[in-house]
T-cell receptor, first 113, second 114 residues
């Protein structure tokens, strides 16, 4: 079935550093979403993207919808300890289900205080 | 503004028992989704409802699983004759019917089958 590839799988960063992660698909997507999940909790929606090339910010988070429509990027600026968690990309592809989102396996972010 | 709520948060059951989970979506949302998440994986789609109609079911939803949304508000997910492989986090999400695909998740129900 359809899969999304997220990289890196995990990363350790120093507090205050910027973070970049990405998500790629083998097919064209028309919607990209980024979620953050803390242990034992459900994913929390961070940013939604709907147009190729779109760049959207939410505080220190910035995400982009790749122009090829097959990828998306998430950047976190000036990371802080509460940024720790797992970040998931999710998307809906052209001609795909009206209902379900396809998720990546996540990027686990750990911050050294 | 209340978000999506799920009950119970944790459930431990013995293999072969039946379990039922409840999800209450955000009140203005027409669509309700169920996902399953295992350790180290992203959520995987199980099924979704638009109002009370179940519009799509994943092949992951075996015949031991059944979901309902009888009045178009809350939903229940029942697993019959549980197996150890059913151990997972069961997530519920809701969204508006059209315009966006932004799904908002509840805290999940952690199921452990012993």
């Amino acid at each position: 079935g359809q899969q999304l590839n997220q990289s890196p799988q995990s990363m350790f960063i120093q507090e205050g550093e910027d973070v970049s992660m990405n998500c790629t698909s083998s097919s064209i997507f028309n919607t990209w979403l980024w979620y953050k999940q803390d242990p034992g909790e459900g994913p929390v929606l961070l940013i939604a993207l709907y147009k190729a090339g779109e760049l959207t910010s939410n505080g220190r988070l910035t995400a982009q919808f790749g122009i090829t429509r097959k990828d998306s990027f998430l950047n976190i600026s000036a990371s802080i300890p509460s940024d720790v968690g797992i970040y998931f990309c999710a998307g809906r592809n052209y001609g795909g289900s009206q209902g379900n989102l396809i998720f990546g396996k996540g990027t686990k972010l750990s911050v050294k205080p | 503004d209340t978000g999506v709520s799920q009950d119970p948060r944790h459930k431990i059951t013995k293999r072969g028992q039946n379990v039922t989970f409840r999800c209450d979506p955000i009140s203005e949302h027409n669509r309700l989704y169920w996902y399953r998440q295992t350790l180290g994986q992203g959520p995987e789609f199980l099924t979704y409802f638009q109002n009370e109609a179940q519009l799509e079911k994943s092949r992951l939803l075996s015949d031991r699983f059944s979901a309902e949304r009888p009045k178009g508000s809350f939903s229940t997910l029942e697993i019959q004759r549980t197996e150890q492989g059913d151990s997972a986090m069961y997530l519920c999400a809701s969204s508006f019917m059209s315009g966006t695909y932004e799904q908002y998740f509840g805290p999940g129900t952690r199921l452990t089958v012993t």
